[in-house]
């Protein structure tokens, strides 16, 4: 029941990628966040409002994506209305869109908190996940804070930044010393060796009040950008003023923009598995696999002399597959991609030469 969340919560699920690195499936006109990339009958945007709305009320979620996805998004969550879809106009990284939100928020409840999530991520334990938030909700509330839930790094990972958060803390809410970029593998070894060091998850938590100061102090030509539009947010007149001046915003996330900045930054280890699903092999280390490690969604397979491939199809159609290790394998109405698993992050490039050659059709 909606009744007996807090009305002071809020979230912001980011929408707008295109995740390039999933393609054929994930395309600019129908990114990886709209597919059921799991086989579960959801996409990875339902899940993600399915997972929030546990404890934040479902008319308090807002979705920032670009103007273009506007129907899918509405078609994918009915329980939302269109004030509810936030529409970037331009791309302009994570902080302008983040800062717009909370403007809005913060017209709609002073006292409100917010939460900012990715909304294509991959979380296991979900009620680990609602405890986590929790404990993060309520520490917003009554401190001066801006919260990030950090991952234990399982590996030396090289595809995420790094938190480094003080090593001395006791408490299950530290302080973070330092936001580090994605490492060399060298360096990421270092990071695990030395235990103070979460992989950074993008999920941020803060009250309106803290992140808006946060702003005036390190942003404060974008903060005064859009504060200009607090007497039209959410009235007729928004969009006119978005359209009119969110491209003159500076092109910066928030972690750089706000995040590597501020002092007052804690960090809440998440007790939660977690995959930023960036990849087909993200993809293929969480899903259930078959004796061999094929990973498989929605298709009948017949293999032979055939292990550790990612093996996609958009209908359940009968693939059949002999003598092929470690590929990925995607069956699309209009493409049909087999490709080495370990050059999955060229694929960016892969899409890049097969719309020069093929035509904008297949990006």
């Known amino acids: 029941m909606e009744s007996t969340k807090n009305t002071n919560y809020y979230a912001v699920i980011m929408a707008g990628g295109i995740g390039s690195r999933f393609w054929p499936v994930s395309t600019q006109k129908f990114p990886k966040q709209f597919h059921d990339m799991l086989g579960t009958g959801e996409s990875l945007l ?3 409002f399915s997972r929030l709305e546990k404890i934040v009320p479902a008319s308090n979620i807002l979705i920032l994506t670009n103007e273009r996805y506007l129907d899918l998004t509405l078609q994918q969550l009915p329980k939302i209305s269109e ?4 529409l970037e106009p331009a791309m302009r990284n994570t902080a302008p869109c983040i800062l717009l939100s909370a403007l809005k928020i913060q017209k709609e409840d002073p006292d409100a908190v917010m939460l900012v999530a990715p909304s294509d991520h991959w979380i296991e334990d979900e009620n680990s996940f609602k405890e986590d938030l929790e404990i993060c909700f309520k520490n917003c509330e009554n401190e001066d804070v801006l919260m990030t839930l950090g991952i234990p790094p399982t590996f030396p990972n090289t595809g995420y930044g790094y938190i480094e958060c003080d090593a001395n803390a006791t408490s299950e809410i530290k302080k973070v010393n330092q936001f580090r970029e994605k490492p060399d593998y060298e360096t990421a070894k270092h990071f695990l060796s030395q235990g103070n060091y979460l992989w950074n998850a993008g999920i941020f938590l803060w009250s309106v009040k803290s992140i808006i100061s946060a702003f005036e102090a390190h942003l404060p030509v974008m903060n005064a950008l859009f504060s200009e539009g607090k007497p039209i947010y959410n009235t007729e007149g928004e969009e006119q003023f978005v359209a009119q001046n969110y491209g003159l915003a500076e092109n910066i996330s928030i972690d750089y923009g706000i995040m590597e ?40 397979t017949h293999l032979k002399e055939a292990s550790g491939n990612m093996i996609f199809s958009e209908k359940d159609k009968l693939i059949v597959i002999d003598g092929l290790t470690d590929y990925i394998v995607v069956d699309k109405e209009d493409v049909m991609l087999i490709f080495p698993k370990e050059k999955e992050q060229e694929i960016k490039i892969l899409l890049a030469e097969v719309a020069n050659k093929h035509g904008k059709k297949y990006s």
């Open 46 to 48: 339902q899940k993600t």
């Open 83 to 86: 004030k509810q879809v936030v």
């Open 261 to 300: 900045k501020a002092k007052n930054v804690y960090v809440k280890e998440a007790t939660f598995d977690w995959n930023d699903l960036g990849t087909w092999g993200a993809l293929h280390d969480k899903l259930v696999k078959d004796i061999n490690s094929n990973a498989i969604v929605r298709a009948t």
